[in-house]
């Protein structure tokens, strides 16, 4: 089973991830490929895969990779090889990805894995207070850059199959598991 947590930057995909990883046996996450460079934090292979833009580039060119995007002027992509074995290994994979990946992979994989995506909701306002009190502090544009995406986000909520208002980490992340659980037994009837 796949399970795909979405939404602007800042409304705390990853934390719920970590969250998600160390809480529950048999979850792993699915870190995405990028050309941007790590920030304070990022761990190679754990984070994101980091590779240089022309690495990247051939990824794309030796159809390497399931989806990729670009965001704040860089890349980002799902390795084909990596979700597959991640897949057959029968893990639950957790990915955060934005929503054109979202669509992109429910379509690839409909026929093949379960996926269930779920989108986190945070009022702009919150999310703006988010994002100037990151670790990785950054730029008033890059914050600009990153809630000009909110809109559009925002519009794209019908592709998810559950949509929650992530203003409480405990109870959010609670919610997730039951979520994971249910479909879980879905999945095996």
């Given at each position: 089973?796949?399970?795909?947590?979405?939404?602007?930057?800042?409304?705390?995909?990853?934390?719920?991830?970590?969250?998600?990883?160390?809480?529950?046996?048999?979850?792993?996450?699915?870190?995405?490929?990028?050309?941007?460079?790590?920030?304070?934090?990022?761990?190679?292979?754990?984070?994101?895969?980091?590779?240089?833009?022309?690495?990247?580039?051939?990824?794309?060119?030796?159809?390497?990779?399931?989806?990729?995007?670009?965001?704040?002027?860089?890349?980002?992509?799902?390795?084909?090889?990596?979700?597959?074995?991640?897949?057959?290994?029968?893990?639950?994979?957790?990915?955060?990805?934005?929503?054109?990946?979202t669509e992109h992979?429910?379509?690839?994989?409909?026929?093949?894995?379960?996926?269930?995506?779920?989108?986190?909701?945070?009022?702009?306002?919150?999310?703006e207070e988010r994002?100037?009190?990151?670790?990785?502090?950054?730029?008033?544009?890059?914050?600009?850059?990153?809630l000009n995406r909110?809109?559009?986000?925002?519009?794209?909520?019908?592709?998810?199959?559950?949509?929650?208002?992530?203003?409480?980490?405990?109870?959010?992340?609670?919610?997730?598991?039951?979520?994971?659980?249910?479909?879980?037994?879905?999945?095996?009837?």
């Amino acid at each position: 089973m796949l399970v795909i947590l979405s939404g602007v930057a800042g409304a705390g995909k990853d934390t719920i991830k970590k969250e998600l990883i160390k809480r529950m046996e048999n979850v792993e996450s699915l870190p995405s490929i990028t050309s941007r460079n790590p920030r304070p934090g990022d761990v190679d292979g754990e984070t994101y895969i980091f590779v240089d833009r022309e690495e990247f580039e051939r990824m794309i060119k030796d159809e390497e990779l399931y989806e990729y995007d670009i965001h704040h002027n860089q890349y980002y992509g799902t390795s084909r090889k990596l979700l597959n074995d991640k897949i057959n290994s029968g893990k639950i994979i957790v990915k955060d990805i934005d929503v054109n990946g979202t669509e992109h992979l429910k379509e690839l994989l409909k026929n093949d894995t379960k996926v269930v995506t779920i989108f986190l909701r945070v009022p702009k306002k919150e999310l703006e207070e988010r994002l100037k009190n990151r670790i990785d502090k950054p730029s008033p544009a890059e914050i600009k850059l990153r809630l000009n995406r909110f809109d559009y986000e925002e519009s794209r909520i019908s592709l998810y199959d559950y949509v929650l208002k992530n203003n409480d980490l405990e109870k959010t992340v609670q919610i997730i598991m039951s979520i994971i659980e249910n479909e879980k037994r879905l999945e095996n009837k």
